[in-house]
């Protein structure tokens, strides 16, 4: 789960601690899972941020020897002719 950063005044409505407890409980629910923390980013992280912890998340995954399948794209369909 990834968490963090500064408060979003459109949530002024969810308590303090809203995003913290929901991560920790979804992360408490999922075998395996580890929660980050992207420093200085909010719920909605910058792409590029959140991109460096995907990458970490996938090539550390792939070293343990966990088995994530492939992601392959249909093939791309030939013009007659």
């Known amino acids: 789960m990834a968490t963090g950063g500064r408060p979003d005044p459109h949530l002024e ?8 407890e929901a991560a920790d409980a979804i992360t408490a629910a999922l075998p395996n899972a580890q929660r980050r923390t992207i ?9 590029q941020s959140f991109a460096a912890v995907l990458e970490q998340f ?4 792939a070293d343990s020897g966990t088995s994530w399948g492939s992601i392959t794209r249909p093939p791309t369909p030939r013009p007659p002719g």
């Open 13 to 20: 409505g969810l308590g303090p601690g809203f995003f913290d």
């Open 39 to 47: 420093d200085g980013e909010t719920q909605v992280a910058d792409p």
């Open 58 to 61: 996938f090539t550390s995954s």
